[in-house]
């Protein structure tokens, strides 16, 4: 409290009461950094036995979303030197390597960050081919 001297000589207080105009959520001030966005839907795939297939899922988020990837909605099993997949800077890749028609299916790609979850589905497509011919001129 301050006292003043009024312009007739008396005394009067001024009393200085500071209340809040507006309150401050910690929960959404935290939160505005954090997101998981899909950059970019999957895309389709039609190939032939044989080939390579790569399937890419293309998403960013903070914290750094985890990717899981499902084939008819079932998880996908690693195979060594066939079936791979692996953290990518954006996202994560799905590689099949001498494909074939039991491949052929419905792609998904599950991104999660403890705060949301968004996905994409592609399908591969795994169709007979004629085999591979020399071009002309080539040995």
């Not at 009024?6 to 401050?24: E, K």
């Not at 190939?47 to 750094?64: D, I």
């Not at 690693?78 to 792609?107: C, K, W």
Request: hydrophobic share 30%; proline share 8%; glycine share 8%.
């Amino acid at each position: 409290m301050k006292r003043m001297r009024g312009a007739a000589g008396a005394n009067s207080s001024v009393v200085a009461d500071f209340m809040p105009t507006s309150s401050w959520n910690i929960s959404s001030e935290l939160d505005k950094d954090y997101f998981l966005t899909l950059d970019e839907p999957m895309n389709n795939i039609t190939t032939t036995l044989g080939q390579t297939a790569e399937l890419h899922c293309k998403v960013s988020g903070n914290p750094p979303p985890t990717v899981r990837w499902l084939k008819n909605d079932a998880p996908v099993v690693q195979e060594p030197r066939r079936i791979s997949f692996r953290a990518t800077s954006y996202g994560s890749r799905l590689r099949i390597r001498n494909l074939d028609t039991t491949d052929t299916g419905y792609f998904q790609c599950v991104a999660t960050n403890g705060r949301k979850t968004v996905s994409t589905t592609g399908v591969l497509f795994v169709k007979f081919g004629p085999p591979p011919t020399a071009s002309p001129g080539s040995s």
